[in-house]
């Protein structure tokens, strides 16, 4: 364990990044996150610059050279400061509100300072701002500070202070937290689940068990209580069954491939004794489940898959009419959208009458997050969005024709960046849970770490 602090120290303040919009929603607002975010990207660059992973036989100062040199010729960088330029500007160009034009005797929305560019509604442009700037962080750290066994502590070690976030968040809700128990109910109003980010750090845990084999990290098995089953039971409490079931998928997939990996890579009868670690792992997070969910909440849940019924009453009628409403405000500012958080006041003045009998008190969101980007940000905004993952993309079929001609069994962490992008194409049709910041954190590491995880033609050194 101690190895594991002082060689991967990066990969452990990276985590800590990732992780900290976890540990923080059941006791802080939105505000207090992002500042908290900010403030912890401070160290985690630092020690992205100043320690990356050394290459075999390499002094310090050459690996922080060669690291500098590799940051300033990727496009990436440079996005990224793009992108964290958009987003200030828009978390500084408020204004969108309710007002009330006397001379005309009627309420309208009024516009931002800059009505011409992105915008936002109050401080709502904070904390996106503030996941650009850890996003950035992330990708550059993951892309080039971080080698091939620090990756994988990285996965580790977020998938355990995961875990324990979920851990913590069980544990208030049975202690009575008004924030937890909203959320663990997942009720219908809601249209953004905290258990989204949870079941990305449950793959990137099974990813990192295999690795831990590998690398024979025995001293760390105890992690993946929490690393997988801490995980997989905050994705069962914080996240409805439509998204268990999509996640469910995807980890099937993965479980799979990585038995097959590890019959093929571990010895000593590595492959079982991985299966017995995450039977175990499984088992006591379907006991913290059982202890600490309420009984309703274990209830809808099983009700959900035993029925096959994912979607509750209502929900198709209702999600057709805010996706009408989006499409009205989308089309009137086609190109920068209505502002973030601005959704609820254009469906103010978007709905008629009869429509706010089918939608619920408290409804602030779509139940299709594709509608949400576009009616909020529009094609820019979405835009923006889109081009982190492009870029990843691109490095990921680069490194797809180099692995396909080295000829050698990928590790299963390849399979992150095509079965997370999947699990949000399809569960972003239903909710908006993508666009949270917890999950844009760890989405974009997880398709880092997939993109760099083929192998090579020829010997590599790294980490």
Same mark, same amino acid.
């Given at each position: 364990?101690?190895?594991?602090?002082?060689?991967?120290?990066?990969?452990?303040?990276?985590?800590?990044?990732?992780?900290?919009?976890?540990?923080?929603?059941?006791?802080?607002?939105?505000?207090?996150?992002?500042?908290?975010?900010?403030?912890?990207? %401070?160290?985690?660059?630092?020690?992205?610059?100043?320690?990356?992973?050394?290459?075999?036989?390499?002094?310090?100062?050459? &690996?922080?050279?060669?690291? @500098?040199?590799?940051?300033?010729?990727?496009?990436? $960088?440079?996005?990224?400061?793009?992108?964290?330029?958009?987003?200030?500007?828009?978390?500084?160009?408020?204004?969108?509100? +309710? @007002?009330?034009?006397?001379?005309?005797?009627?309420?309208?929305?009024?516009?931002?300072?800059?009505?011409?560019?992105?915008?936002?509604?109050?401080?709502?442009?904070?904390?996106?701002? &503030?996941?650009?700037?850890?996003?950035?962080?992330?990708? +550059?750290?993951?892309?080039?500070?971080?080698?091939?066994?620090?990756?994988?502590?990285?996965?580790?070690?977020?998938?355990?202070?995961?875990?324990?976030?979920?851990?913590?968040?069980?544990?208030?809700?049975?202690?009575?937290? #008004?924030?937890?128990?909203?959320?663990?109910?997942?009720?219908?109003? $809601?249209?953004?689940?905290?258990?989204?980010?949870?079941?990305?750090?449950?793959?990137?845990?099974?990813?990192?068990?295999?690795?831990?084999?590998?690398?024979?990290?025995?001293?760390?098995?105890?992690?993946?209580?929490?690393?997988?089953?801490?995980?997989?039971?905050?994705?069962?409490?914080?996240?409805?069954?439509?998204?268990?079931?999509?996640?469910?998928?995807?980890?099937?997939?993965?479980?799979?491939?990585?038995?097959?990996?590890?019959?093929?890579?571990?010895?000593?009868?590595?492959?079982?004794? &991985?299966?017995?670690?995450?039977?175990?792992?499984? #088992?006591?997070?379907?006991?913290?489940?059982?202890?600490?969910?309420?009984?309703?909440?274990?209830?809808?849940?099983?009700?959900?898959?035993?029925?096959?019924?994912?979607?509750?009453?209502?929900?198709?009628?209702?999600?057709?009419?805010?996706?009408?409403?989006?499409?009205?405000?989308?089309?009137?500012?086609?190109?920068?959208?209505?502002?973030?958080?601005?959704?609820?006041?254009?469906?103010?003045? *978007?709905?008629?009458?009869?429509?706010?009998?089918?939608?619920?008190?408290?409804?602030?969101?779509?139940?299709?997050?594709?509608?949400?980007?576009?009616?909020?940000?529009? +094609?820019?905004? &979405?835009?923006?969005?889109?081009?982190?993952?492009?870029?990843?993309?691109?490095?990921?079929?680069?490194?797809?024709?180099?692995?396909?001609?080295?000829?050698?069994?990928?590790?299963?962490?390849?399979?992150?960046?095509?079965?997370?992008? @999947?699990?949000?194409? %399809?569960? *972003?049709?239903?909710?908006?849970?993508?666009?949270?910041?917890?999950?844009?954190?760890?989405?974009?590491?997880?398709?880092?770490?997939?993109?760099?995880?083929?192998?090579?033609?020829?010997?590599?050194?790294?980490?």
């Amino acid at each position: 364990m101690q190895k594991l602090i002082v060689k991967y120290g990066t990969a452990a303040h990276l985590a800590l990044l990732a992780v900290a919009p976890l540990i923080l929603f059941p006791f802080a607002g939105e505000s207090v996150i992002a500042t908290t975010m900010l403030w912890l990207s %401070v160290p985690a660059i630092s020690w992205v610059v100043l320690a990356p992973s050394i290459h075999e036989g390499e002094p310090l100062h050459i &690996a922080r050279q060669r690291v @500098a040199l590799e940051m300033v010729r990727d496009p990436v $960088l440079w996005l990224g400061l793009v992108l964290i330029a958009f987003t200030g500007f828009r978390a500084l160009n408020t204004g969108v509100a +309710i @007002a009330y034009d006397a001379e005309l005797a009627k309420w309208h929305v009024a516009e931002a300072q800059f009505p011409i560019l992105p915008a936002s509604a109050g401080s709502a442009g904070y904390l996106p701002f &503030a996941a650009a700037v850890a996003a950035a962080v992330l990708l +550059i750290g993951c892309r080039h500070s971080l080698g091939r066994s620090a990756r994988m502590a990285f996965l580790l070690v977020a998938a355990t202070l995961a875990g324990f976030a979920a851990t913590v968040a069980l544990v208030a809700t049975a202690l009575g937290n #008004t924030v937890t128990g909203r959320l663990i109910a997942c009720p219908k109003e $809601l249209c953004s689940f905290v258990g989204l980010a949870f079941a990305l750090h449950f793959l990137g845990g099974m990813v990192a068990l295999v690795a831990a084999f590998e690398r024979k990290w025995h001293a760390a098995m105890a992690l993946f209580v929490l690393a997988v089953g801490g995980t997989a039971a905050g994705a069962f409490a914080f996240a409805p069954a439509r998204v268990l079931a999509v996640f469910g998928v995807a980890a099937a997939v993965l479980l799979v491939y990585s038995f097959l990996y590890s019959c093929r890579v571990l010895r000593s009868a590595g492959e079982f004794k &991985a299966l017995v670690v995450l039977a175990i792992a499984l #088992t006591l997070g379907t006991m913290l489940v059982l202890s600490l969910v309420p009984e309703e909440t274990l209830q809808a849940r099983a009700d959900a898959f035993v029925e096959f019924c994912f979607l509750p009453d209502g929900f198709k009628e209702l999600r057709e009419l805010l996706s009408g409403i989006a499409l009205k405000s989308w089309l009137t500012h086609l190109w920068i959208g209505t502002g973030i958080g601005s959704f609820p006041l254009d469906f103010r003045f *978007g709905a008629a009458p009869e429509d706010w009998a089918l939608v619920p008190r408290g409804a602030s969101e779509l139940m299709n997050g594709w509608w949400m980007l576009l009616a909020e940000r529009g +094609i820019v905004g &979405a835009v923006t969005l889109a081009l982190p993952y492009g870029f990843l993309l691109f490095t990921y079929g680069r490194n797809l024709v180099g692995g396909i001609i080295a000829r050698r069994l990928p590790h299963p962490a390849v399979l992150l960046l095509p079965l997370v992008l @999947a699990a949000i194409a %399809v569960t *972003g049709t239903y909710d908006c849970s993508f666009l949270r910041t917890d999950a844009i954190v760890v989405s974009v590491a997880l398709l880092a770490i997939s993109a760099k995880a083929f192998p090579v033609s020829k010997r590599n050194t790294d980490g």
